[in-house]
């Protein structure tokens, strides 16, 4: 990643919105090229970002930079128009202005440019054309569906030809099955125009599948950032292992056992040998094990099976033991199971994640 | 992590003034500010002056007997307690104090207690029962709602005068040949009755907005586990719209305090004072520094009003009933008794909607006031000439001419209009301007107090109101001239007076205009008039156009706030009708009221009609 030119860096960045601190003095490298998803749960200053980014909020704190250029700096009272920092952005709610046609929409920025009306003809007419909308323009956004009122919103910031997409939860307000779709054209659209694009979602699907990397905020912190992978096999703390993970993500408290010159972890039942090395002095920390990394095997730990969801594709089974811990799996249907069955569980190779129990943060 | 590779470039200036003309060029800090120093002209300083003037001499205390007795040296602007002393604590205090404290919240409490309760009642009617007709009657019950409160006072004084007082006598005496008892025709009785009739639109139409949005299925689930109706009704519904209940209870009465023509239509003839009645004798005798330390009390009073409700109902000002899909409203069965209801309704809105202005209709086409016989019949009060003679040779209305020939009226008329469109049309502006550096700003301590502030006036009562602008502006401050005796101090007075109404409308407005929207115009580099004239101000069009209709019917019909402040020059239409009334000259003022009630119905049905063409447009995608 780092041979790739920076676009734009937040250097201490920092809201607050009267007593509370939306983002929290964070630090954050945002390259060429890149699709940038700001992840987390809602009030964890993600958006603040975005907007503070765009302008169209202004930060309490810190520096962002541009193209190598000072947008803003709190210290030196820099302060660029949103308008002068070459983004387009798309809202939540898309805010096409309802009393303008689709044309109008997309030709107003353009007619504020003060471009000659037969160039903005040409334009508008020619975007249309690209997000396949060119038999609507006279249509008003009320008239269109959820979907062709996302690609209004989508033309109307292309046609600025702005050098970085900034996009607030775009398809938050969309169906299930729209969404699908529109995710494979913003995801086209990113191939297409490798804009750098900075993304704001909750939804961690949304990051996985569109991000080339995902930054996860929580409480106005940045509590990693890596590609989707990275987030997914290595989380760097509690927060983030259980805010990506669907099915929840299962978490014993884990008692170190030195046999030996070996590590173990004892847990739920279960006993794993860990690298010894990476506990310390501990005498407990936290073990976290996704839903999919269990597979049943004869050797394995008994449960009682307590509930069963198919959900047609795989099923979600809750199991439980006498001394209270219980574990959310995700087995395919293959796997034959019923309620009050005893199956007998085992933790996949080396699928197993290990935190410190005060820090929260990632030992293994 | 350092900043290396990206070095602050070198920018002009020091950071301090940047900071200051940015902060300059935010468009709802400059629009706040401006406005904020027009609230202070046209709330603080009011507010200031009552109390200055109510602590000091002025020239016509010369003349109390307080102060000739006791040789005090009258200083006009000295400090002075005298005031005080002849409000509260002397021989005056029961006859100029307490007996008006007493009969206003007499009248206060009675008119609220009635008013809710046919408003209310009426509202479950209509909205959770199977009455038929329930448009119609919607439609008509909320008719005194647009119409101005006197009316029906005026009405009143047509069926029941008695000659005992004088004049002719009413239409309850010529059919049964006998005066009614003093009680009936004037005092508190028929105030408390014509001012209900009026202020029970409040009730009606807050109390069936909250029942509207009763899901029955609330009730419904009580129902199923073995509520009876009447456990429902309290445990369910009564607490779902009691903030409705509260908002009808705390708008009538805090207008109940303040209500001015009624009373003196009604109080006047019998010495019967409520505080209203006592601030405008009091301006009238000259004797500002009393009048307004009642005007204070009233204010007092509307303020602590407001205060408790805040209070009360402060944290659950309104429930938010979640419903899924789906929202189902079931009716109330009133079997049997759905069509002895009905007629019911429809009497009363016949005797106490219809019956009033048909009454006032009829009286203007009597030649002799009090004679209710065909031959009596005349159109001289709407269109006959200049002295005009009657059957009996007598000199109509003193030769006055009728009403659309009258060039008195005319030129009232002329202010009337002249003045509600100025008013409308800058209460509107100064709405969606305030409303603009609430919404933007909230949060900010500016636009707080924006909102406090131009919410002040609703607790001025009208009377209280004009008796400060009067004092007021009646001497040059500063760049402003003196006022009084000017159009352009109805405009002000009435401007201010419309505040309340208009920053709530404004901000409402503003509300409904997604940041996002005005954004996604800062993002492509509009200014702010560009986005305001574009994208805000067509958005919130059909909305400032309501609130100009709306601001015109109330300007038109308003006359206890500027009662005190015309001047034969500057007279308008319901002053017109306060001097005819009082003069005895009722077929006049009758005329003209009709005149206004039309306005004001035909001004609504605009409204209406304009509104609802608006939203079958498809604006709010």
């Known amino acids: ?94 805010a096409l202005w309802p009393h303008m046609t689709v044309y109008e929409n997309i030709a107003f920025g353009l007619k504020v440019k003060k471009l000659p009306s037969g160039e903005v003809a040409k334009k508008v007419k020619a975007i249309l054309e690209d997000v396949q909308l060119d038999e609507y323009g006279e249509r008003y956004p009320s008239e269109l569906s959820g979907g062709q009122q996302q690609r209004v919103a989508i033309a109307r910031m292309l046609v600025n030809q702005p050098q970085i997409f900034l996009m607030d939860e775009p398809l938050s307000n969309l169906d299930a099955q729209l969404r699908m779709e529109m995710r494979s054209e913003l995801k086209q659209l ?54 990506i993970s669907n099915p929840k993500m299962n978490f014993f408290i884990g008692k170190v056992e030195n046999i030996k010159d070996k590590t173990f972890i004892e847990a739920g039942g279960f006993s794993i040998e860990i690298p010894s090395g990476i506990v310390g002095a501990r005498k407990e920390l936290r ?58 569980l085992s933790i996949k190779q080396e699928k197993y994640h290990l935190f410190d129990n005060d820090s929260g943060k990632r030992l293994n | 992590m350092g900043s290396a590779g990206m070095e602050v470039p070198a920018v002009g200036g020091s950071p301090l003034l940047r900071k200051w003309i940015r902060n300059l060029t935010m468009p709802q800090r400059v629009i706040g500010l ?63 104090f307490l007996i008006p404290l007493r009969n206003t919240l007499i009248i206060t409490l009675g008119l609220t207690a009635l008013s809710m309760l046919i408003g209310s009642t009426l509202a479950w009617l209509v909205v959770r029962t199977n009455l038929p007709w329930k ?41 049964f040949k006998v005066p009614p008892p003093d009680w009936i025709s004037y005092g508190p009785l028929p105030i408390i009755i014509t001012l209900s009739l009026h202020y029970y639109a409040f009730s009606f139409i807050t109390v069936s907005g909250a029942l509207a949005s009763i899901d029955s299925r609330l009730e419904e689930t009580a129902e199923l586990m073995g509520a009876s109706k009447f456990r429902v009704m309290r445990k369910i519904t009564l607490p779902l719209v009691m903030p409705a209940l509260m908002s009808a209870f705390i708008l009538t009465f ?73 929202f189902t409203a079931k009716l109330v069965n009133l079997r049997k008794f759905r069509w002895i209801v009905f007629a019911l309704v429809i009497l009363f809105i016949l005797i106490f909607v219809i019956g009033p202005l048909y009454i006032l209709t009829w009286q203007t086409f009597m030649e002799v006031d009090g004679d209710y016989s065909l031959r009596n019949f005349t159109l001289h009060y709407w269109i006959g000439p200049d002295g005009a003679t009657g059957r009996l040779g007598q000199l109509l209305g003193e030769g006055q001419a009728g009403i659309l020939r009258n060039s008195e009226i005319w030129r009232a008329a002329w202010n009337s209009i002249r003045l509600a469109l100025t008013v409308s049309i800058l209460a509107a502006i100064l709405g969606v301007l305030l409303g603009y550096a609430i919404v933007r700003g909230r949060g900010t301590k500016l636009s707080k107090s924006l909102d406090s502030l131009s919410f002040a006036p609703y607790v001025f009562p009208g ?70 004239m574009k994208i805000i101000f067509p958005l919130t069009k059909s909305g400032f156009m309501a609130g100009i209709l709306l601001s015109f019917i109330t300007t038109m019909r308003e006359l206890s706030l500027i009662v005190l402040l015309v001047t034969p020059s500057t007279k308008v239409l319901t002053t017109m009708i306060f001097r005819y009334t009082e003069g005895g000259y009722h077929q006049y003022g009758d005329a003209i009221t009709m005149f206004v009630v039309m306005i004001s119905l035909v001004g609504t049905l605009i409204i209406r009609k304009a509104q609802k063409t608006d939203l079958s447009k498809g604006i709010g995608g």
């Open chain 1, 1 to 94: 990643m780092d041979n790739n030119k920076l676009k734009i860096r937040l250097d201490k960045l920092r809201k607050e919105f009267g007593d509370v601190v939306a983002v929290n003095d964070i630090n954050l490298d945002i390259y060429e090229g890149d699709f940038l998803t700001l992840l987390g749960p809602s009030g964890c200053g993600k958006t603040t970002t975005l907007r503070a980014i765009s302008g169209l909020e202004e930060a309490s704190g810190g520096k962002i930079f541009i193209d190598n250029h000072l947008v803003f700096s709190k210290k030196d009272e820099v302060f660029v128009a949103p308008s002068k920092r070459n983004l387009g952005l798309i809202f939540q709610s898309y």
């Open chain 1, 287 to 344: 073990l976290a094990v996704r839903p999919e990394d269990f597979y049943v095997s004869d050797k394995g730990v008994p449960y009682t099976v307590q509930t069963r969801l198919p959900t047609g594709r795989s099923q979600i089974v809750m199991v439980g033991n006498q001394s209270g811990a219980s574990i959310t799996l995700l087995f395919n249907t293959e796997v034959n199971i019923q309620a009050d069955d005893i199956i007998h």
């Open chain 1, 190 to 243: 990113h191939t297409r125009t490798k804009a750098t694009t900075i993304y704001v979602t909750h939804d961690q699907e949304e990051a996985m599948t569109l991000s080339t990397r995902i930054c996860v905020m929580n409480e106005g912190i940045i509590r990693q950032v890596g590609t989707p992978e990275e987030i997914y096999s290595r989380p760097a703390d509690i927060f983030v292992a259980s805010f």
């Open chain 2, 34 to 96: 401006l406005l904020l120093v027009l609230l202070v002209f046209f709330v603080i300083m009011p507010a200031i002056n009552i109390v200055y003037t109510s602590l000091t001499f002025s020239l016509s205390d010369r003349r109390l007997p307080q102060v000739v007795d006791r040789g005090l040296e009258v200083v006009p602007g000295e400090f002075t307690t005298i005031h005080l002393e002849r409000v509260f604590w002397s021989k005056l205090t029961k006859k100029m």
């Open chain 2, 463 to 532: 009377i209280a109101f004009g008796a400060v602008y009067l004092g007021m502006f009646a001497k040059r401050i500063g760049p402003i001239p003196a006022l009084y005796g000017t159009f352009a101090l109805l405009v002000l007075v009435s401007l201010a007076k419309r505040l309340p109404f208009s920053s709530r409308t404004g901000t409402a407005a503003m509300l409904q205009v997604d940041k996002e929207l005005e954004e996604a115009g800062v993002l492509v580099g509009a200014g702010f008039f560009r986005r305001f």
């Open chain 2, 135 to 175: 448009r119609g009657i919607a439609n008509f019950a909320s008719i005194p709602y647009i119409i101005p409160s006197w009316p029906i006072a005026l009405a009143w004084i047509s069926v029941f005068k008695n000659t005992k007082l004088g004049g002719n006598p009413g239409w309850f005496q010529y059919i």
């Open chain 2, 254 to 326: 805090s207008k109940g305090i303040g209500t001015f023509g009624t009373p003196a239509f009604l109080g006047l003839p019998v010495r019967f004072f409520t505080l209203s009645t006592q601030v405008y004798s009091n301006v009238k005798n000259n004797l500002p520094g009393d009048a307004y330390l009642l005007a204070i009390v009233m204010i007092l009073i509307s303020s602590i009003t407001i205060y408790m409700n805040a209070k009360v109902i402060g944290a659950r000002r309104s429930f938010v009933t979640i419903s899924g899909k789906g």
